[in-house]
Nanobody
Framework: QVQLVESGGGLVQAGGSLRLSCAAS????????MGWFRQAPGKEREFVAA????????YYADSVKGRFTISRDNAKNAVYLQMNSLKPEDTAVYYC???????????????????WGQGTQVTVSS
């Protein structure tokens, strides 16, 4: 098990940037695949981005590709989401998620992740 705590959300104007951070507990962080998801009011939680254990491979939803970047620092037990060129439709609660070893990883499926943070609100004004 790993515990996750997100930070860095806030209110930003359209076109602006934010950097979300997710701090993880435990000494085995480097063994977890990590993902970012988001949930807007009245909508399903949706995939945003994900990273393999080393950060060598990353994956993005089409809606954020070219604007968002996921990265991780295993020495600091942290994963980040750099969000640029933000749009009002990016407004949501953003969640950090971790998936342990084993099995086939369906990157974009929220059911594939075992541990979740409490979320951080991102609001983009037009």
């Amino acid at each position: 098990q790993v515990q996750l705590v997100e930070s860095g959300g806030g209110l930003v104007q359209a076109g602006g940037s934010l950097r979300l951070s997710c701090a993880a507990s435990g000494r085995t962080f480097s063994r977890y695949k990590m993902g970012w998801f988001r949930q807007a009011p009245g909508k399903e939680r949706e995939f945003v981005a994900a990273s393999t254990e080393s950060g060598g491979s990353t994956y993005y939803a089409d809606s954020v590709k070219g604007r968002f970047t996921i990265s991780r620092d295993n020495a600091k037990n942290a994963v980040y989401l750099q969000m640029n060129s933000l749009k009002p439709e990016d407004t949501a609660v953003y969640y950090c998620a971790a998936r342990g070893v084993g099995g086939n990883w369906v990157v974009h499926s929220k059911y594939q992740y075992d541990n979740w943070g409490q979320g951080t609100q991102v609001t983009v004004s037009s």
